[in-house]
């Protein structure tokens, strides 16, 4: 026999019952978006490799070790599975001039692929949905994500999470900053380990972002990209937080929050949760202003965040949240096979007015027992069964008997097939 094929590490099917949690995610996501009129985008899963190389930075932990990258064999260009979406929503937007008529709020929804690690909240292939503002200078529309974001966990029921925000200032102020920092570094050149060496010259920034618990005292002692923030930063900061004190939306600032990609400038968040170990950021953006001209652009300012999918759903089970699994409204027991010409039709008519009608199929002995059949009613879920006897049929009717005890008593009724409506609503009442 041949090898059994298998998936590829770090790279998960979604598989009945838990994908109805995800469908249920996406809706709720969706509703939230049109609450904002952000609108959907989507762009190819593959892009070429030299817009993350020039979007997200040389030096960067997804463009250094993280990415799927190939060469296509028939012409020979260089192709990466894309990390994040950011760098391809700008690329999208300078193909296609969608700026040219104004800003643009967008959304998108989808697979990424980081060659990590896999652990918890930590796969090879994983989903983001992401939102972006394209063209905004803000404060204001870097708090409308923010403020979307904390709707989001408010409709979900989601508690326990914490936003911590940070500004990176501009270009101009991050380089005085990065001068004191590697002059701080190499006087603590001992303490640094190999990435932060590694990192010292070309990006220091990044190693304040480092999670090696040996270099936590020395990076708390760093001097800090605020203290080198001139009048606009700051001030652009100051209204973000004010705008996030009218809403009520409480923060923290986390001076050493600076984010894995070179394109952030000002605003920078994380939504992050003590819930889900060391995975513990379910949602991180900030503000791009250098990406357009990054990857070849005319200038335009931009702020966005991305969520992912699973560090979501996997909070939302911890807290108990994620809904019940979906179940038929109806099963319909058939105890005659000679009858489902006649049934069939009458199901399709069910569903047509909105009813989830699941149909007892034959299998290789006929339709089985009526026993059976019950059973198999009754570990769908359904509410109730649709019972087509010959008895049933011979008046033109079906007989409609609540499942669960709880809801519409157990009394059967039998129900006439001419009006298909009455059925309908029968089965939908609850
Ligand atoms: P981390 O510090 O956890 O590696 P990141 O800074 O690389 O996160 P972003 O690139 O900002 O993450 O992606 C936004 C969100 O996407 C993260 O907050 C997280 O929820 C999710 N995410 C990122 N990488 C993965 C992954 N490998 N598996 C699952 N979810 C991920
Ligand atoms: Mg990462």
Known sequence: MADKLTAVKGMNDIAPPQSANWEWL??????LMQRYCYRNLRTPIVEPTALFVRGLGEVTDI???????????????????????????VRAALEHSLLYDGPKRLY????????ERPQRGRYRQFHQFGAEALGFAGPDVDAELIVMASDLWAEL???????????????????AHRQALIAYLEAHAEQLDEDAKRRLHSNPLRILDTKNPAMQDLVNEAPRLMDHLGAESLAHFERLKALLDAHGIGYRINPRLVRGMDYYNLTVFEFVTTQLGSQGTVCAGGRYDGLFEQI??????????????????????????????????????????A???????????????????????????????????FKKADGSGARFALIFGEQELAQGAVA???????????????????????????????
């Open 339 to 373: 009858a489902v010409p006649q049934v069939m039709p009458v199901l399709r008519g069910l569903r047509q007015r909105g009813v989830q009608v699941l149909m007892h199929a034959a299998g290789a002995e006929g339709m089985g027992s009526m026993k059976s059949q």
């Open 108 to 115: 998108y929804m989808g697979p990424m692929f980081r060659h």
């Open 400 to 430: 409609v008997k609540p499942l669960r005890g709880d809801r519409g008593g157990s009394e059967q009724a039998i129900c006439p097939l001419a009006d298909l409506e009455a059925i309908a609503a029968r089965l939908l009442s609850r």
């Open 26 to 31: 996406e809706d709720k996501l969706r509703t």
């Open 63 to 89: 463009v250094e070790k993280e990415m799927y990258s190939f060469e296509d064999r028939l012409n020979g260009e260089q192709l990466t599975l894309r990390p994040e979406n950011t760098a391809g929503v």
């Open 157 to 175: 029921g989601l508690q326990g999470i914490e936003l911590e925000i940070n500004s990176l200032g501009q270009p101009a102020e991050r380089l």
């Open 296 to 337: 070849g652009g005319k200038a335009s300012p931009a702020v966005g965040w991305a969520l992912g999918m699973e560090r979501i759903l996997e909070l939302l089970k911890e807290q108990g949240l994620l809904p019940e699994a979906p179940a038929p409204d109806a099963y319909a027991v058939v105890p005659d096979v």
